[in-house]
């Protein structure tokens, strides 16, 4: 059987969703891949739902904020934009492809941006195969 | 009353907490007056098999400290468990994997490579690295195998308690004691300290807004003896780290490294210490704030100090 990539998306209620949303009722057509979770604000986004997703079974985590100065709460995306390098940096000495996680910015009226995120992302796990949980060795 | 039967163990760990159980100083006479010690090999000599024909559950009260690093500590772990009606994890390495956890970012043959054949004072031209079974001519050699990852006492066999720390504080393991002394144990799962909230409940420095430009390594400044150390750019883990232990290291200038574990609540410590650490750089510009991300060389290291192998994801991913 191919491989299909599970990923998360973990989407701001005010902006992203509402993008998403608009992807849907646009018609567009765009990979099944992306399991999405509503979150208030990408600044409600600690780094351990990543870490929880990517332990759980997910191939790749994809969070959606609204646009720098766009945010319901002021200054939760700019929170969001501090934690995610901070996390693909630290994620890099875990030997977890930067592809994995991303942080991506969709408004409302993006639902064109928002499929071809998904489209994207879905296509660069699928290259990268599924997330590998073993220290690559015999004994765990 | 007969008298306790207490024993202790050390596994991947660096003997600190030994010392850490002979700092409760004098009070260790009252420990003797209520107590045996059965096993412990830092300091009696009592050998496995002594410990192996001993009934099952005939120790009230085990001690094991060090993570779980080759089949030896497993071993020795899974029979101790066997033997005693408390299973308690002592320290930092215990409970979430301490130091010798770090090793996670590599495995077994990564280590073996750079121990036994990169290192420069090594000469090792056959290329010889310990195999757990040897032929010779008087026989078959064993000895322990090496895993690739560390494992903590919790991920090995139930645990009932935890004493935390790095060394664990004299007045922490006296608690832990005091409640084995006299029977008044608290429910299985506790850690036990005198504060679950955070260190920062501890410290007696003040606290203002939390907005840092640049971060500091240790060397790197002298910080302001009153002020937050957080506020002042050094990685402090106090925020994120169980209290208890009376912050000693913020009140001699140094930062939190966390070897308390999580604060309550919290599943894992890196990523909640990271989050905060986030939280409070002084940017929204994104090309700034990878100019202060920058100054934080290793953050495994950091935020992960005691806890990756207690981690969500427990090691680093090896191709």
Known sequence: MSFEPKIVGILCNWCSYAGADLAGISRKKFAPNVRVVRVMCSGRVEPAFVLKALQSGADGVLVLGCHPGDCHYAEGNYKAARRMPLLKKMLAQMGVEDERVRLEWVSASEGDRFASIVNEMTEKIRQLGPFNHNGGGANG | ?319
């Open chain 2, 1 to 319: 009353m007969a008298k306790l039967k207490v024993a202790l163990y050390w596994a991947a760990s660096c003997g600190g907490c030994e010392i850490g159980q002979l700092q409760i100083g004098e009070k260790i006479l009252k420990l003797v007056e209520v107590a045996d010690i059965v096993f412990w090999p830092v300091a009696i000599d009592v050998k496995y098999k002594d410990v192996e024909a001993m009934p099952s559950k005939s120790i009230d009260v085990c001690l094991f400290n060090g993570g779980i690093r080759n089949s030896e500590q497993e071993h020795i772990a899974k029979m101790l468990r066997e033997k005693s009606k408390v299973m308690i994890a002592y320290g930092a390495c215990a409970y979430g994997g301490g130091i010798p956890g770090l090793a996670n970012l590599f495995n077994k043959q990564t280590i073996f490579d750079r121990v036994y054949l990169e290192t420069p004072s090594t000469l090792n031209n056959d290329h010889t690295v310990p195999q757990p079974k040897t032929k010779v001519p008087e026989g078959e050699l064993n000895i322990p195998e090496f895993y690739d990852s560390v494992k903590t006492l919790r991920q090995t066999i139930d645990v009932d308690y935890v004493i935390p720390g790095c060394p664990p504080e004299e007045r922490t393991t006296w608690l832990a004691l005091e409640a084995l002394i006299s029977g008044k144990l608290p429910p299985k799962g506790t850690v036990i300290t005198h504060n679950a909230k955070a260190v920062c409940d501890d410290c007696s420095r003040k606290r203002d807004v939390k907005k840092v430009k640049k971060f500091y390594r240790t060397f790197e400044m002298i910080p302001e003896p009153e002020i937050c150390l957080l506020e002042q750019g050094l990685l402090c883990a106090g925020i994120t780290t169980r209290g208890g232990c009376g912050a000693p290291c913020p009140q001699a200038n140094m930062p939190c490294t966390g070897c308390y574990g999580p604060v309550a609540g919290v599943i894992d410590q890196g990523a909640h210490f990271l989050s905060a650490v986030a939280s409070v750089i002084d940017s929204n510009n994104p090309e700034e704030v990878r100019k202060i991300i920058d100054d934080i060389r290793d953050p495994v290291g950091t935020f992960y100090r005691y806890s990756l192998p207690d981690s969500l994801l427990g090691r680093a991913r090896i191709k």
